[in-house]
Structures are given as structure tokens and as C-alpha cells.
């Protein structure tokens, strides 16, 4: 498990008006998911907090990322240089904004440069890190949907991990690393996945969930959480040394599994988990959850 890192007040949308947006909004604009945090979220934020050494001294981007929790827990507990949290939805990016202005991670340092921000970004647009030395890794979860376009999404990272870094160029990422979590829902998802990356020399390693969690956790949300695929895509090499080096023998080569059924699948989302309402007192507790 990961490092006590403190206890946090954060913003998402409360689960009335989250429900109301969803009716209003998914059938003609961005979905609303992003207001809310859900499971993989959860998962991912350990992982970081445990796997420090993959986001020291990098350039990090977070695809997708909601309301900031996964960015917020990266800039909080690694030594990374530099993270842009993006969206494609404009509301959620205004509530990352305010949750890291809120974390204090927003204000420019003594250099006059931001540790984190927030922008609202496309997939496939061009990589909002291209004019300031591109990015080392992009992060992401709850990215799989059951209409998401994998080959847009694998683009987008190998696009984000290219432009912009002195010296590289194509679509390969450059030894760029995608640390993602997701629960699966649409069947072969995972396959096109491991089928893209294959394309352009890329390996998935998978990390035990358990591995993240403590004995209370596993007790009191295992049955949801262990639903999520904790990944590290990469190079070939890369992540062949990943696997061979991991001290706590928790990653093993992404396969394929079958898909959760709708009961589980629905379930497994982070819904009562989060403990944040926006109109309330209510904290997202990062230090409890690591503990």
C-alpha cells in the first residue's frame, strides 16, 4: 500500500444533480461522467502512491481525468516535474481547476512556472505539451466505454508522447509510458487494446489489484474494485524489465478476459464510494485511503 499522504477536500458533482446532467446531456453532447469518481479512479490513485519511481522527474498528462483526484494524488505523492490534467468536457475541467487551486497546486513557483493545470483537450487534437518539451507519460482511467474508439484513444497517447520531446519523432511514443485503469464493458476491448499497441512495438503489464489494497479495502470493496484492469503499456523492452524487476512480483502480462456481466459491471462503479458532494462538508479522504 501506499504512503499516508494526507487528507483532502475535493469537488464532484452530487449524485442527484450527476443523474439529472446524465439525462440531459449523453444522448447530444460530452457525457457527464467525468463529474463523478468512480472505481478505477480509486484504483489508479494507489497505484501511483505505491508505484512512485514510474512519475519522478517526469512530464505527466492525464486523459480524461474528471474532477483531478488520479492528477491530484500524482503531484502529491511522486516527484514528478510537471502535470497537465485534461478533459473534453468543460464543465468537468472547471471542477479539476478548482480542486487543484484548492490542493494549492495551481499557484506558479518561485520560477513563476505551475506545477499542475488543467485544460479542456480532444483526443487526437495536437498535444497541449508540444511547446513546452511534450510528455513523459499519460495517465488515464475509466477511459473504455462501451462507444469508445480504441484506435483514437491508443493515437491520442502515442500522439501525446511524441510531439514536443527534442529529438523524437512518429507515433511509437517515443519510450513514453500509459499508466491506465479501466473496467472493460464492451466484449474484445481488451484484445483491439493489445492488438494496437502490439502494432507499434508495445507491450501491457497488469498489476495485482490486491496487491493495492489493504485488508480492510479488499474486505469492504474488493468485490468492486478487483473488476478493474490496472495497466502499464510500454515499449516491448520496457516493460519486459517492469515485469522482470518489480520488487513485489505484482505485475503479469496483460491478456484478455472475459467481460463482467451488466449486474457486476454496474456495481462496480464508484458511485457510493467517493465521499465527495460538491454543495457539502463531505472530504475525499487521500491519507485514509493509503493508509
Known amino acids: 500500500m501506499g504512503p499516508m499522504i494526507g487528507v483532502l477536500p475535493v469537488l464532484e458533482m452530487d449524485e442527484a444533480s450527476y443523474y439529472n446532467s446524465?439525462?440531459?446531456?449523453?444522448?447530444?453532447?460530452?457525457?457527464s461522467t467525468g463529474t463523478r469518481v468512480y472505481t478505477a479512479c480509486h484504483v489508479l490513485c494507489r497505484f501511483i502512491a505505491q508505484y512512485t519511481n514510474l512519475f519522478n522527474n517526469k512530464r505527466v498528462c492525464e486523459i480524461g481525468c474528471g474532477v483531478?483526484?488520479?492528477g491530484i494524488v500524482a503531484c502529491t505523492s511522486t516527484e514528478l516535474s510537471h502535470m497537465v490534467l485534461t478533459d473534453g468536457n468543460e464543465e468537468v475541467v472547471g471542477i479539476a481547476r478548482?480542486?487543484?487551486?484548492?490542493?494549492?497546486?495551481?499557484?506558479?513557483?518561485?520560477?513563476?512556472?505551475?506545477?499542475?493545470?488543467?485544460?479542456?483537450?480532444?483526443?487526437?487534437?495536437?498535444?497541449?505539451?508540444?511547446?513546452?518539451?511534450?510528455?513523459?507519460?499519460?495517465?488515464?482511467?475509466?477511459?473504455?466505454?462501451?462507444?469508445t474508439d480504441m484506435t483514437l484513444l491508443v493515437a491520442t497517447v502515442l500522439r501525446l508522447l511524441s510531439e514536443g520531446r527534442e529529438g523524437l519523432e512518429g507515433g511509437s511514443g517515443s519510450g513514453?509510458?500509459?499508466?491506465?485503469?479501466?473496467?472493460?464493458?464492451?466484449?474484445?476491448?481488451?484484445?483491439?487494446?493489445?492488438?494496437?499497441?502490439?502494432?507499434?512495438?508495445?507491450?501491457?503489464a497488469e498489476v495485482a489489484v490486491t496487491s493495492l489494497l489493504s485488508p480492510k479495502e479488499q474486505g469492504e470493496q474488493g468485490s468492486m474494485w478487483c473488476g478493474v484492469r490496472c495497466l502499464v503499456s510500454g515499449p516491448r523492452a520496457t516493460i519486459a524489465a517492469l515485469i522482470a524487476t518489480d520488487p513485489s512480483a505484482s505485475f503479469f502480462v496483460f491478456q484478455q478476459q472475459s467481460p463482467l456481466d451488466i449486474?457486476?459491471?454496474?456495481?462496480?462503479?464508484?458511485?457510493?464510494?467517493?465521499?465527495v458532494v460538491i454543495a457539502g462538508e463531505?472530504?475525499?479522504g487521500l491519507g485514509a485511503l493509503f493508509a
Not at 104 to 113: A, E, R, T, V
Request: net charge negative; with cysteine; charged share 20%.
Open 22 to 31: 446524465c439525462l440531459q446531456k449523453n444522448s447530444t453532447e460530452h457525457d
Open 68 to 70: 483531478g483526484i488520479a
Open 98 to 147: 478548482q480542486n487543484l487551486s484548492n490542493a494549492g497546486l495551481s499557484s506558479p513557483d518561485s520560477s513563476g512556472q505551475r506545477r499542475a493545470s488543467a485544460q479542456q483537450y480532444s483526443w487526437g487534437d495536437p498535444s497541449p505539451g508540444a511547446a513546452t518539451g511534450g510528455f513523459d507519460l499519460v495517465m488515464g482511467s475509466e477511459l473504455t466505454y462501451y462507444s
Open 176 to 204: 513514453g509510458l500509459f499508466v491506465h485503469a479501466h473496467i472493460f464493458r464492451k466484449q474484445d476491448q481488451e484484445l483491439e487494446l493489445i492488438e494496437l499497441l502490439a502494432a507499434v512495438g508495445w507491450d501491457t
Open 263 to 275: 449486474e457486476d459491471r454496474d456495481e462496480g462503479r464508484a458511485m457510493q464510494g467517493a465521499g
Open 282 to 284: 463531505e472530504s475525499f
